[in-house]
């Protein structure tokens, strides 16, 4: 088990390390809807994507041979999101449409793939309809209609969340890699017999760190709404593959604070008719400007703050399921 977590990280991180010098140099020599406002290439996150076909069809063979096809699931589904958010980069830099796709389009779309996630991930047995609570190990019984309804709405949620957070160099992927990082680790202590989700979160991990390569700062290519709509797609699917969806709650904090920060400004702005809280939201763009503190943070700043912090939460997500299958 051990030996296919590590050769999944190394194939994601080779992978999407190859992948990028082709496709940023393709991007750049490619027409001029590829770019973003700023001159950089967009739709990069096609990088860590197709590492990670690549690591579910090799390391992640084994697994179908035996059954079990939690990978394959986590990243058909976080792929419909990719394929949405391809779609609205492409109404954006195309057809020079700032807001792309209507956000009811948008909704519906992904709502219609949470709830397709759902059933499958309950037909093959991976999601039962009882909620798991981190940190007391219990588990409640939950009605089905409300739990697929709860679900779906949490998914879609953390979609749009990372999706929020990936508004300067580097800030989702790093964001995003302790949060892969605990999957793999949940799935070594727990050493159950399908680890075809460790699989999937390790091969992630692997693509995103090849993917920084490319995308810290300063960047050399975005992922654009195809790499985070895919990226919220995974986290979400791992959560429940692995039946413990509150376990987003601490993994990804700063998700949420990105989310509630945009909620906050906006409700506030049309509650007081143009007053704000934050001087730009979501909260990266508001440290990023010098609020509250009046220290203007540099974007490696900020990376280095958000990645920091998701990873102390990732701890303590650790420990509050160590337990879980009497580890």
Partial sequence: MTLKLILAFVIGFVAASLIGIWLVRILEDGPKWHMSKSGTPTMGGVMFIAALLIV?????????????????????????????GFLDDYEKLKKKQN???RAWQKFLLQLAAA?????????????????????????????????????????VGTVNAVNLTDGIDGLAAGTSFPVCIFFVAVTFLWARADISVGIFA???????????????NPA???MGDTGSLFLGGAIAAMAFAYDMPLILIPVGIMFIIETLSDIIQVSYFKL????????????HHHL???????????????????????????VIAFLGVFHRYGA
Wanted: with cysteine.
């Fill in 56 to 84: 579910c069809l090799t390391v992640g063979f084994s697994s179908m041979l035996q059954g079990y096809y939690g990978h394959i699931f986590c990243f058909l589904f976080a792929l419909v999101f990719g394929a949405i």
């Fill in 220 to 222: 050399k290519i975005f």
């Fill in 115 to 155: 709830l397709v996630f759902i059933y499958l991930m309950r037909a093959f047995g991976y999601l039962t309809n009882n909620l798991y609570i981190p940190f007391w190990n219990v588990s409640y019984p939950i009605p089905e209609v409300l739990y697929t309804v709860l679900a779906a709405f949490a998914i």
């Fill in 288 to 314: 990023e400007m010098g609020g509250w503190f009046s220290k203007k943070w540099k974007e490696k700043e900020i990376f280095a703050l958000f990645t920091t912090i998701t990873l102390f939460f990732c």
């Fill in 272 to 283: 007081t008719h143009g007053k704000r809280v934050f001087k730009m939201a979501p909260f």
């Fill in 202 to 216: 390790s091969g992630l991990a692997g693509g995103l760190l090849g993917f920084l390569l490319y995308n810290f």
């Fill in 99 to 101: 807001l792309g796709l």
